[in-house]
């Protein structure tokens, strides 16, 4: 029952000297004047923040120095801040050591099960797509372990193609949905342990 409040680092952190620092700050000051002027307070939820919790180290440049910077800020106003905050992070291994103790629970979500992606592949697909009546979520629920963002990527560029036919054909396939599947499953860059070549070879 609470109202989100979402940023992403990309938001505020700049390209000038001090500029991010004073960004972040700014960034927690605005919720914690908003929060204290409601009785139900939002959530901060910080997405990607991978940007800017890994660990401090020797600043040999000045954006190392900046990102230790912003670290040190962050812990800091996490430290202070009496509102409910979410920090959404691709990988928790990277992390300055320092966040563990001012976080108060770490969840981690697994890729969904294949009753859950059935459950998404059908909130994706909705009746009022042309040719729905067709698709069997079923199967590419239980082959392919994808997420849920990766489920509603693949359903968009499949109706995208699906609606440049001739109005005739203006249906969205099976064979649609597999063909884009097949595209994101072969683009997932953690799939790639060991890169090829680039360039000349």
């Known amino acids: ?10 938001s505020f952190l700049g390209s000038f000297v001090g500029e991010s620092e ?13 929060s204290n002027r409601m009785k139900n307070p939002p959530v901060l939820v910080m997405n990607e923040a991978d940007a800017i919790l890994h660990p401090r ?7 190392d120095h900046m990102q230790n910077n ?4 962050l812990l800091e106003e996490l430290e202070r801040c009496e509102g409910l905050i979410v920090l959404t992070v691709n990988d928790a291994t990277r992390m300055d050591e320092a966040f ?24 994706y697909l909705p009746p009022t797509i042309p040719g729905i009546e067709d698709i069997d979520p079923v199967p590419l629920a239980q082959r392919y372990e994808l997420t849920g963002g990766q489920i509603r990527m693949i359903v968009a560029n499949a109706c995208s193609e699906a609606i ?9 396939l099976q064979s649609d949905l597999k063909r884009y599947i097949d595209l994101e499953r072969t683009g997932q860059f953690e ?4 890169p090829g070549p680039m360039g000349f070879v």
Not at 1 to 10: Q, V, W
Not at 164 to 172: A, F, K, N, S
Not at 191 to 194: A, G, P, Q, R
């Open 164 to 172: 440049l036919r001739p109005e005739t054909d203006r249906r969205l």
């Open 191 to 194: 799939l790639h342990t060991k």
């Open 100 to 123: 563990s103790r001012r976080i108060d629970l770490k969840i981690l979500i697994d890729r969904p099960t294949p009753d859950l992606r059935e459950k998404l592949w059908r909130l």
């Open 57 to 63: 180290g020797k600043a040999h440049h000045s954006t």
């Open 22 to 34: 004073k960004s972040l700050r700014e960034v927690f000051r605005r919720f914690s004047f908003i």
């Open 70 to 73: 912003l670290v040190s800020i």
């Open 1 to 10: 029952g609470k109202e989100a409040l979402t940023i992403d680092p990309s």
